[in-house]
């Protein structure tokens, strides 16, 4: 552990790790044209599509936990670049479905790639990507993103040092 961060919280740890990844990712994907929030966005729709669906905007906002308006913000920096094409839903015209277009997912399986190897430089000292201690890390993280989160919730009267 860096000095410094032995007595940090966990939820200042969580913090710097995310923006740590966040850093490192947008200068990895930046030679491709992409920031960090638009690969989250192509590399989930890449991976739905490679699943045969055709995600709604609001679809790929729930999964990737973006706010539909920011999606739909990216989604049309994106059109403009050419990496995806928006259309509407047949079925629900409100409904804005997305698709990768030939050049995005040339594009985005690149990102991935550069990504991945990111992942792998970050859970080396885990065991790397396929070690049990970094599968526990994963199951952890999942609980943790599964547990509900309310800043309002019935503690809020409860005083604590802040994370």
Same mark, same amino acid.
């Given at each position: 552990?860096?000095?410094? @961060?032995?007595? =940090?919280?966990?939820?200042?740890?969580?913090? !710097?790790? /995310? #923006?740590?990844?966040?850093?490192?990712?947008?200068?990895?994907?930046?030679? %491709?044209? &992409? @920031? +960090?929030?638009?690969?989250?966005?192509?590399?989930?729709?890449?991976?739905?599509?490679? =699943?045969?669906? !055709?995600?709604?905007?609001? *679809?790929?906002?729930? +999964? #990737?936990?973006?706010?539909?308006?920011?999606?739909?913000?990216?989604? *049309?920096?994106?059109?403009?670049?050419?990496?995806?094409?928006?259309?509407?839903?047949? *079925?629900?015209?409100?409904?804005?479905?997305? =698709?990768?277009?030939? *050049?995005?997912?040339?594009?985005?399986?690149?990102?991935?790639?550069?990504?991945?190897? %990111?992942?792998?430089? &970050?859970?080396?000292? &885990?065991?790397? %990507?396929?070690?049990?201690? @970094?599968?526990?890390?994963?199951?952890?993280?999942? =609980?943790? &993103?599964?547990?509900?989160?309310?800043?309002?919730?019935?503690?809020?009267?409860?005083?604590?040092?802040? /994370?």
């Amino acid at each position: 552990m860096s000095k410094g @961060t032995e007595q =940090a919280s966990p939820g200042f740890l969580v913090w !710097r790790l /995310s #923006t740590k990844w966040r850093v490192a990712v947008d200068r990895a994907v930046a030679p %491709l044209g &992409l @920031t +960090h929030a638009q690969y989250a966005l192509v590399a989930s729709l890449y991976g739905m599509q490679r =699943a045969g669906e !055709r995600p709604s905007q609001r *679809r790929l906002a729930d +999964h #990737t936990g973006l706010e539909p308006l920011y999606v739909s913000k990216l989604a *049309r920096a994106l059109e403009a670049s050419g990496l995806l094409e928006r259309t509407r839903d047949p *079925r629900d015209p409100r409904a804005v479905q997305l =698709a990768l277009t030939d *050049r995005g997912r040339e594009t985005t399986g690149q990102a991935i790639g550069v990504v991945q190897g %990111l992942l792998d430089q &970050l859970l080396q000292p &885990l065991g790397g %990507l396929d070690s049990d201690r @970094t599968r526990e890390f994963g199951r952890d993280l999942a =609980a943790l &993103l599964d547990a509900p989160l309310d800043p309002f919730g019935d503690d809020s009267d409860t005083k604590k040092e802040p /994370s």
